[in-house]
């Protein structure tokens, strides 16, 4: 018999006896709006994957396999290019750290020299993020030991929490924790803690870097974090994707994902998506497309657009939102700068500037 008809059977029989995970709702500091489709264009048709802060205001941004930079409102230049996409960016010292697909952890000089930190196989594959530390050492997220950076969808279809949080100093690799589900950010709170984001797990932690020992922060979001950044009132948090009931449900139902892996193509899973570019194939059609194709914006969501604001007390503050028949969907990172939030939406293509509000 198997698991899923055993738990309908169990239903059956008492309702009581089993337990339905549920998708709290965008509520408080989360509340919808339509902030990241008014703000400005800072940069169209440029996939930007992550954002990193130079001294002095200059931005780092990975765009494939290649890091630009930009110097104050001037168009980005580039700055290195590698073999391998890069996988993620952070900062230190003036430089900017990048991990490379195939190559490992790398420091881009201003000047575009780039020296090599760590060749160590974890640092190959599936980093997620990288912080660099005040003590020289450099804090990285690795997503999963069996996936490819870019592989989030399979993770989740096969439950997958063989994540790992790692410390590299002087070319060794430390391990924090392991077995993680699917570890997307990571930023500084002080000098002996950091701050992780569990995508898979729905959560924000603090880890200490002398024990390695872990407290949750905030958990159970409806949406999956990612990458964190410093804000003046704590950091700004990207969530590239929100969760929905119907993947949640079926994500449950083992034989049935087992089935959609072997029978159709990943674009076609029912899961959450950077960008859902051909609606009329979507998973969530029936519950999307009204009268003339109008989109409701209460509509369940295959792709969104959020970032959030998160305090020191652990509290979402403020976000700011792409609603489902938004077009700012898929945001891979975000950033505090004197001008506002810079956003990188890299499933519509698109970096905004979004003006702060006061929640």
Not at 159 to 186: I, Y
Request: proline residues 4%.
């Amino acid at each position: 018999m198997s698991r899923g008809f055993g738990r309908t059977l169990a239903e059956l029989v008492n309702p009581n006896w089993v337990r339905h995970s549920s998708v709290p709702p965008l509520e408080a500091g989360l509340r919808p709006n339509n902030l990241l489709d008014t703000a400005r264009v800072a940069l169209s048709s440029f996939e930007v994957d992550d954002i990193a802060l130079l001294d002095g205001g200059a931005v780092a941004m990975s765009h494939g396999r290649e890091v630009y930079v930009m110097l104050d409102a001037s168009d980005p230049g580039l700055l290195a290019s590698f073999d391998g996409a890069v996988m993620a960016l952070g900062t230190h010292a003036g430089a900017v750290l990048a991990a490379v697909e195939g190559r490992g952890l790398v420091q881009i000089g201003l000047s575009g020299q780039v020296t090599d930190l760590c060749q160590d196989d974890l640092m190959k594959h599936c980093v997620t993020a990288v912080c660099g530390l005040v003590d020289g050492g450099v804090a990285v997220a690795i997503g999963s030991l069996n996936h490819s950076h870019t592989a989030w969808t399979h993770a989740l279809v096969t439950n997958e929490a063989s994540g790992l949080f790692v410390l590299v100093r002087n070319g060794n690799v430390q391990t924090l924790a392991n077995g993680l589900a699917w570890p997307s950010g990571v930023c500084a709170v002080d000098d002996g803690n950091l701050l992780l984001s569990l995508s898979l797990a729905h959560r924000i932690e603090t880890v200490a870097v002398a024990t390695g020992k872990r407290e949750v922060m905030l958990s159970n979001f409806p949406a999956y974090p990612g990458r964190l950044n410093a804000h003046p009132d704590g950091w700004v948090v990207a969530f590239p994707y929100v969760r929905n009931r119907l993947s949640e449900l079926l994500l449950k139902e083992r034989d049935f994902v087992d089935e959609m892996m072997r029978t159709i193509t990943p674009d076609e899973w029912m899961v959450p998506l950077l960008r859902n570019e051909n609606p009329y194939t979507s998973a969530l059609q029936l519950g999307q497309l009204r009268v003339l194709g109008v989109l409701k914006p209460w509509a369940p969501a295959r792709s969104y657009g959020l970032v959030g604001v998160l305090d020191h007390s652990g509290r979402i503050t403020s976000s700011y939102h792409s609603r489902v028949e938004g077009s700012q969907h898929g945001v891979t990172a975000a950033a505090s700068t004197d001008e506002g939030i810079l956003v990188a939406v890299r499933g519509s293509r698109n970096v905004l500037i979004v003006k702060e509000r006061i929640a």
